[in-house]
């Protein structure tokens, strides 16, 4: 079965610095790889989704993220975050095989600081 | 309109009443899904559907039993509530894209159980 980390709860960056925001899955195959966001009160929206080909995979908002397959881990990264990128993240793994279900991990907040 | 509308929104009820969930989308999809959000454990996974006649648990579906009236309507009910299933309950839809689910989420619906 897959199963997702994302290691910080928490993360507080300032307006303009950059983000990087860290997931690990374990699957035994290929994963199918996704990040969401969830702003305050609203569902999530998807971010990005990588599949296969290209590890940087470029999403909406200025996000992209990169697969490595070695690390097992599907980062999220941002240049320069602004205030409006203050919500809830979420890193989802998928399998290519059987119901495809989606696992999720625990999330990580950003707080962004004026 | 949201492609998939969640009511109601907000709920607050006492231990042992039934509660119903209602989803309702419009993106023609076949694939329904119930999650459970709790703060510090993601996104859990109550039941799922890939079509009317097929209804399938998920890691957490204890106290919880579901109905998917059509293609568009997929309802949660908690049979007799308690407080720990306080939460914020997501229900989402899915196609198929080249091979792997990517999920649209509904706005959320909180539910306090006191």
């Known amino acids: 079965a897959q199963s997702v980390t994302q290691p910080d709860i928490h993360i507080t960056v300032s307006e303009g610095a950059s983000l990087e925001l860290r997931c690990n899955y374990s699957?035994?195959?290929?994963?199918?790889l996704f990040w969401y966001v969830q702003s305050p009160g609203q569902g999530l929206q998807l971010l990005l989704k990588?599949?296969?080909?290209?590890?940087l995979v470029q999403g909406i908002k200025g996000f992209e993220a990169e697969f490595k397959r070695s690390q097992s881990s599907f980062n999220l990264r941002k240049p320069s975050v602004h205030w409006s990128d203050a919500a809830e993240y979420f890193c989802?793994?998928?399998?290519?095989?059987?119901?495809?279900?989606?696992?999720f991990g625990q999330g990580t907040r950003l707080t962004i600081n004026p | 309109d949201a492609d998939v509308t969640q009511t109601p929104r907000n709920r607050i009820t006492k231990t042992g009443k039934r509660i119903m969930l209602e989803c309702s989308q419009t993106?023609?999809?076949?694939?329904m899904y119930w999650y459970r959000q709790d703060p510090g454990l993601g996104l859990r996974l109550i039941y799922y559907?890939?079509?009317?006649?097929?209804?399938n648990k998920g890691e957490i579906s204890d106290g919880y039993s579901v109905s998917r009236q059509a293609q568009a309507k997929f309802s949660l009910s908690l049979e007799s509530a308690i407080p720990n299933q306080t939460a914020l309950y997501f229900c989402?839809?899915?196609?198929?894209?080249?091979?792997?689910?990517?999920?649209?989420f509904g706005a959320g619906s909180r539910l306090t159980v006191l």
């Open positions: 559907s890939f079509d009317v006649k097929d209804i």
């Open positions: 993106k023609g999809h076949d694939r």
């Open positions: 989402a839809t899915s196609d198929l894209v080249s091979g792997a689910n990517v999920l649209t």
């Open positions: 990588y599949f296969s080909g290209d590890t």
């Open positions: 699957y035994g195959a290929t994963p199918y």
């Open positions: 989802a793994v998928g399998a290519l095989q059987g119901a495809q279900k989606l696992v």
